[in-house]
């Protein structure tokens, strides 16, 4: 089992390398897909380990709902809330609920939504004629599977809703994941293909948008000695390439803005998408009862990143507080100098909370 964990976390973690060396792919542009609102961090906890979070321990509910591969016997019975205060009026947040059929896995339910605030209608001469809403609604079933009592795998079927002002969008979407528990080494690797499918009836007839697919791979490894525990998340292995074009020389994939001549190339570019395809965080916990986290994401950092004042643009952090019944964390994401998002997270243990429920 040894030698079996060893391969499988080096595979893992050549995988960047290799994406990152190959770069005759499409590079990663915004505004080429629709439902963003997926890839938003919906937990605290994800929020302040960078973003997104592919390998954990199956011990949060929270990661079982990104990864139906995260989903265990500690997740069982298990209600999460989740509500982040992002930029502007909007907001965003989730409700998920796990729990056990007398079929063999594990499985679970939950809702995500975001809400984008109330915008002043205006006709083409600029007569304010009303106002208008926005929302998006993506709802998620889970079912779980565990084999050896080390590898478990997962998948998610998520139904999508998007209303936005007179236009109406729904589409459908699956994730599947696969994980390796070694609970004697306090290790955890995890391969997730999010969002696999389509449109089904898109905002306008005939015009039809791809979803934001991506696959992820990532590591987990908790000190046996020491109170850390070290993430390695391995975001978009489906784009080698996540350097932008600009438009001042076509004839270079990526260039310095005004002159035309080459940012990066070779090496640098090779070791500049690497680090664009990791995430890193660590988790300290000095009590069973408290988690601080750190997260680092540099891709974040250089894309909105103010050259003049970089700050802590691309850093995160959070905090978790386990009582018996429940737990309460937050977590702060700097996107930008103009601000941050807000992430709250409650977990009530409903097994702790009703004595007398069976799970």
Request: glycine share 10%; no cysteine; proline share 6%.
């Amino acid at each position: 089992m040894r030698v079996i964990k060893k391969i499988f976390s080096y595979l893992l973690l050549l995988i960047p390398v290799f994406f990152a060396g190959n770069t005759s792919l499409t590079a990663q542009t915004g505004g080429t897909r629709t439902y963003r609102f997926l890839d938003l961090p919906y937990s605290s906890r994800e929020a302040a380990l960078g973003g997104k979070v592919a390998s954990m321990p199956a011990e949060d509910l929270n990661f079982g709902l990104s990864n139906p591969a995260l989903l265990g016997e500690n997740t069982n019975n298990t209600l999460v809330l989740n509500y982040v205060n992002y930029f502007s009026d909007i907001n965003f947040g989730s409700v998920g609920y796990a729990f056990k059929t007398p079929l063999p896995g594990y499985f679970s339910a939950g809702l995500r939504y975001i809400n984008y605030g109330s915008f002043v209608a205006a006709d083409e001469t600029g007569q304010i004629t009303g106002r208008f809403g926005a929302a998006e609604y993506v709802f998620q079933a889970s079912y779980a599977r565990t084999f050896d009592s080390l590898f478990t795998v997962g998948v998610t079927l998520k139904p999508l809703l998007s209303v936005l002002e007179r236009y109406q969008s729904f589409g459908v979407a699956m994730d599947v994941g696969a994980s390796w528990h070694n609970r004697d080494n306090l290790f955890t690797a995890s391969v997730l293909l999010r969002n696999i499918g389509f449109q089904i009836d898109p905002y306008v007839q005939g015009h039809h948008e791809p979803i934001p697919f991506e696959i992820m791979a990532g590591l987990s490894q908790k000190l046996a000695h020491a109170p850390f525990r070290f993430i390695f998340t391995f975001q978009q292995l489906q784009k080698p390439d996540l350097l932008y074009p600009y438009p001042e020389d076509p004839e270079n994939p990526v260039t310095t803005p005004g002159n035309g001549t080459p940012e990066y190339t070779g090496f640098g570019r090779f070791t500049e998408n690497a680090f664009r395809h990791t995430l890193l965080g660590i988790e300290f916990l000095p009590l069973k009862s408290f988690t601080f986290s750190l997260g680092y994401n540099y891709q974040r950092r250089k894309e909105m990143q103010v050259p003049a004042r970089i700050g802590m643009v691309g850093f995160s952090w959070g905090f978790e507080l386990r009582l018996t019944r429940f737990s309460i964390s937050y977590g702060r994401a700097t996107y930008h100098l103009a601000g941050g998002s807000n992430h709250f997270s409650v977990s009530l243990n409903m097994g702790n909370l009703f004595p007398g429920k069976k799970s």
